[in-house]
């Protein structure tokens, strides 16, 4: 498996390190949501900034998914995918970055980033070993929880007047 070059045993150091984190990122989207956003962004601004590099440097590296993929993602991979490669990971690559621009923020912008890179994870996950399966659907685990406590979270901004007069009225 000399994916990019790189040996066996680093390739499964980063397949282990990628679940690992993951499984880290589901107990820290409850207790610590902050560090969870934070490592979202470096998550999501390194995925970025590598697809671009990748899809300008050498697109065609992108085909070798295919290895791993199943067979519907293979057949497109080796197909169709060849004559667009660049302009659709750089197409991937501004989900990410975008993404990544939700997690510095709160509210809608963050829950509907979060919502993005969960349908992100699951979209990639057929695409097997090299996409560290299953470390994407933990992490969109982990953004789904996440999303769920910004939801849930209780509002700090005082009620407006009509809500203060009509709450003042029924008591």
């Known amino acids: ?18 679940n690992l984190v993951a499984l880290t990122l589901i107990w820290t989207a409850d207790k610590h949501p902050d560090f969870t956003r934070a490592a979202f962004f470096l ?12 899809a300008i440097d050498s697109p065609w590296a992108y085909q070798d998914y295919a290895e791993t993929a199943v067979p519907l993602y293979k057949q497109f991979i080796l197909g169709a995918f060849e004559a667009i490669i660049t302009p659709m990971i750089l ?22 980033g979060c919502w993005a890179g969960i349908l992100f994870g699951i979209s990639i996950t057929p695409l097997g070993l090299y996409a560290a399966f299953p470390a994407t659907l ?11 406590n ?4 209780p509002s700090k901004k005082r009620p407006s007047k009509l809500v203060r007069i009509v709450a003042h009225a029924l008591k």
């Not at 070059?5 to 390739?11: E, K, N, R, Y």
């Open 43 to 54: 998550i999501f601004i390194g995925a970025a900034a590598v697809n671009t590099y990748i």
């Open 1 to 18: 498996m000399e994916t990019y070059g790189i040996s066996p045993l680093t390739f499964w150091s980063a397949y282990a390190a990628s």
């Open 91 to 112: 197409v991937i690559a501004l989900g990410q970055l975008l993404i990544a621009a939700a997690m510095l923020l709160k509210g809608k912008v963050l829950i509907a």
């Open 150 to 153: 910004q939801v849930s979270a």
């Open 138 to 148: 933990l992490m969109a685990v982990a953004l789904f929880i996440l999303q769920k």
